[in-house]
């Protein structure tokens, strides 16, 4: 088993930046594929990226690329998504994700944590 918490969420202005946390326990972090999803009210989930055991590979969705990073510290058991240049549109629930295989973290992971809500005013 796998937890995964979020934290950073919150509201901030367009143009503004944020980082969310993400806090893994329960296995081998650098085992573990990570990654991030979003939600938006009347939407699908939407995966926002991933990033590789090491960290030396990241994978980002076109909407977010050139404005969205994403990092590991496999040290301190912690993924991050430093999110600039946010835009209205980027208001949703954030998700973190673990799995082990790169086409199930980016369609269905394993495991999800509870989420945090990035609401951007315009």
């Known amino acids: 088993q796998v937890q995964l918490v979020e934290s950073g969420g919150g509201l901030v202005q367009a143009g503004g930046s944020l980082r969310l946390s993400c806090a893994a326990s329960g296995r081998t972090f650098s085992s573990d594929l990570m990654g991030w999803f979003r939600q938006a009210p009347g939407k699908d989930r939407e995966f926002v990226g991933g990033i590789s055991r090491s960290g030396a590979l990241t994978r980002l969705a076109d909407s977010v690329k050139g404005r969205f990073t994403i990092s590991r510290a496999n040290a301190k058991n912690t993924v991050y998504l430093q999110m600039n240049s946010l835009k209205a549109e980027d208001t949703a629930v954030y998700y973190c994700?673990?799995?082990?295989?790169?086409?199930?973290?980016?369609?269905?992971?394993?495991?999800w944590g509870q989420g945090t809500q990035v609401t951007v005013s315009s």
């Open positions: 994700v673990a799995a082990r295989s790169i086409a199930v973290l980016t369609t269905t992971p394993d495991y």
